[in-house]
């Protein structure tokens, strides 16, 4: 029964690359059909660490900024979320609060070839947020946002496909970008995140 357990693990595994591959390649990046632009972080950011436990991490936002999303990034007992907040209406989206939907995220920068993307799911508290939430063993999803901010070199680009209920990226593809404005006392801060919230890639074995 392992075995078989096993096997449809790696099956589903499988099956999920191979679409998030096609889907990225069917819209290249900048290519989206409809795209939408924000920076995070242009008043810096705040880190909070309530025992050993529970990590808040969050960005700071200048006063009516139109152009300025923001992220709130949590994690308590192996249990990981984040949710972005937009100035406005979530775009492109469908439905009234929490249907959801499914996202890919990857790493976009001019210079670089586009990083490989995640699959993750979310939830649309209100018309101006998406929530993701994860485990530590879970998706990747959330990790994967953590690793572009620490790599401080691109910018997060998200495929968003609203659904109810979600199906992954069946409904219509919306780019969403979010341009990270980070210091350089704040490399620190993001790998305290990544340690405190059990986010950090293992060592390679010699």
């Known amino acids: 029964m392992q075995f078989f357990g096993l ?3 790696a099956i589903k595994g499988r099956l999920v690359a191979a679409m998030t591959a096609w889907v990225m390649a069917c819209v290249p990046s900048g290519a989206a059909p409809a795209g939408y632009g924000w920076n995070i972080g242009t008043a ?7 025992g050993p436990n529970v990590t808040i991490l969050r960005s700071l936002s ?3 900024a139109s152009h300025e999303a923001t ?7 192996g249990n990981l979320r984040l949710r972005i907040t937009l100035p406005s209406a ?6 009234e609060p929490g249907p959801g939907g499914t996202s890919l995220v990857r790493e976009h920068a001019a210079e670089f070839v586009p990083g490989p993307a995640t699959l993750g799911t979310f939830q649309t508290p209100n018309a101006r947020q998406l929530e993701f939430q994860d485990t530590v063993k879970g998706s990747g999803f959330i990790k994967a946002i953590v690793r572009i901010l620490q790599m401080r070199r691109g910018e997060i680009e998200m495929l968003v ?3 109810n209920p979600p199906r992954p990226m069946l409904g219509r ?7 990270p404005v980070l210091g350089p006392g704040d490399d620190a801060m993001l790998a305290h995140v990544a340690s405190a919230c059990g986010l950090r890639d293992k060592p390679m074995r010699q």
């Open 44 to 50: 810096g950011w705040s880190l909070e660490q309530f």
């Open 90 to 95: 979530l775009p492109g989206r469908l439905g």
């Open 161 to 163: 496909s609203f659904g």
């Open 173 to 179: 593809l919306v780019a969403y970008v979010f341009v």
């Open 62 to 64: 200048q006063a009516e």
């Open 7 to 9: 096997m449809r693990s």
């Open 71 to 77: 992220l709130l990034l949590s994690c308590s007992f």
